[in-house]
Structures are given as structure tokens and as C-alpha cells.
């Protein structure tokens, strides 16, 4: 049981390049998320799914896509990447929707770094 | 805007003591919030949940209330140990996430 699968773990990209960052679940969680995070913000949501074939925008949606075609993968895409895209992200996942309560499991986070 | 607000000052306290963390939340009443540890490097790891009609859960040496006058949550950590040390963050419903408060435990 891996849990939440992040990959890659670093990378450095040019600006006004694009990229796709992986998620990848295997608890058949219902419920996946992307967040940012920046010192002194904290967690910032991306953008979220809530089952496949289901996604929406959360607070910072702006520059990023995503899709969810399984339940198991939820990858974003960085569409033109900007310096003010450096960030870590985290992709998280929960059994079901945030009426429930049910906790997040987090992956372990892609560090990015936009030059 | 829904907001989460937890002490951002680093909390230093000698081992064996009790830390006590507080997490606000504003414009809006969460049906519960939850608490996450998170160690540099690596994602937050959940650890209690707390709904809005309990008033104390404990977990080992954890102990989360919730107070929905005050608008606020406090997480106990007793007889705290060094590998207590970490960056404690506050969930509440709808997404929202505090900034987290870094907790360091002196031997």
C-alpha cells in the first residue's frame, strides 16, 4: 500500500515552459487535491476532484489544469510556467468528500522552482 | 474570506512540559477541524479530527478541543518529547488550512 504517489520530487523549469506533475493513489479514495504551499501562506488549493470525470477550482487555480479520468491519478498540469509558480506542491487524497471529516493523506511533495 | 489563523511565532518549550497550540478560525463556522503534523521535507500527516458538537477528543497524548464561542481549537501535546518537534498545521471544513505553528521540543 504506497498510499500518495508524487513525482518527480524536484524540478527546475524555464519560464514559459509546461509541465505535468503525477499523482498517483491506491486507496481508492474518492476525494483528490492539489495544494501549494509558500513560506508564511500555508496550504493553498489548487484545484480538487471529488470523483472521476469531476474536478474544480480552488483558490489559486490560476496556471493550472487538471483532469481526473480514474480514481486513481490526478495529475496538474503547469500550462506556461511563471517565477510566481515556485512553490512545493502537495497532492492529497481522503476517503470522501469534506462534509465528512475524514482526514487527508498527503504525498510527499514536488519542489519546483520556475528560473 | 474563510480564514485559519494559528500562532505563526515558533513555540519553544523544555520536554516533559505540556505544549498547548491554538488555532482561530474567522468568517465562517467550520462543522469540524482537523490536526495535521508536518516535518520538514515531507507532507502533513493527520492526526485528530474534531467536530463542532464535541468538546475534547484525546488521541495517546494528544488532546484537541473545540470551543465554537471563543471560534476556536487548542491541541495539547502532554508530557512533550523532542521527537515531538514539527510544524503543527489546523484544518478546518471547506479546504481552508492555518499557516501552522513550528513546535520545538528542548531536551
Known amino acids: 500500500n504506497a498510499g500518495v504517489t508524487q513525482t518527480p520530487k524536484f524540478q527546475v523549469l524555464k519560464t514559459g515552459q509546461s509541465m505535468t506533475l503525477q499523482c498517483a493513489q491506491d486507496?481508492?479514495?474518492?476525494?483528490m487535491s492539489w495544494y501549494r504551499q509558500d513560506p508564511g501562506m500555508g496550504l493553498r488549493l489548487i484545484h480538487y476532484?471529488?470523483?472521476?470525470?469531476?474536478?474544480d477550482q480552488g483558490e489559486v487555480p490560476n496556471g493550472y489544469n487538471v483532469s481526473r479520468s480514474t480514481t486513481e491519478d490526478f495529475p496538474l498540469r503547469l500550462l506556461s510556467a511563471a517565477p510566481s509558480q515556485t512553490s512545493v506542491y502537495f497532492c492529497?487524497?481522503?476517503?470522501?468528500?469534506?462534509?465528512?471529516?475524514?482526514?487527508?493523506?498527503f504525498g510527499s511533495g514536488t519542489r519546483l522552482t520556475v528560473v | 474570506s474563510q480564514k485559519i489563523e494559528q500562532n505563526s511565532e515558533a513555540l519553544n518549550i523544555q520536554e516533559g512540559k505540556t505544549a498547548t497550540l491554538t488555532c482561530n478560525y474567522t468568517?465562517?463556522?467550520?462543522?469540524?477541524l482537523q490536526w495535521y503534523r508536518q516535518d520538514p521535507g515531507r507532507g502533513p500527516v493527520f492526526l485528530l479530527l474534531?467536530?463542532?458538537?464535541?468538546k475534547e477528543k484525546r488521541k495517546e497524548r494528544l488532546k484537541v478541543t473545540f470551543d465554537t464561542t471563543l471560534k476556536q481549537s487548542l491541541f495539547h501535546i502532554t508530557a512533550s518529547q523532542p521527537a515531538d518537534s514539527a510544524t503543527y498545521l489546523c484544518?478546518?471544513?471547506?479546504?481552508?488550512f492555518g499557516p501552522g505553528t513550528r513546535l520545538s521540543v528542548l531536551p
Open positions: 492529497a487524497s481522503s476517503l470522501s468528500s469534506v462534509s465528512t471529516g475524514h482526514g487527508y493523506t
Open positions: 486507496m481508492n479514495h474518492e476525494y
Open positions: 476532484s471529488v470523483g472521476a470525470g469531476i474536478t
Open positions: 468568517n465562517y463556522s467550520p462543522a469540524y
Open positions: 474534531i467536530r463542532e458538537n464535541e
Open positions: 484544518r478546518g471544513q471547506n479546504f481552508v
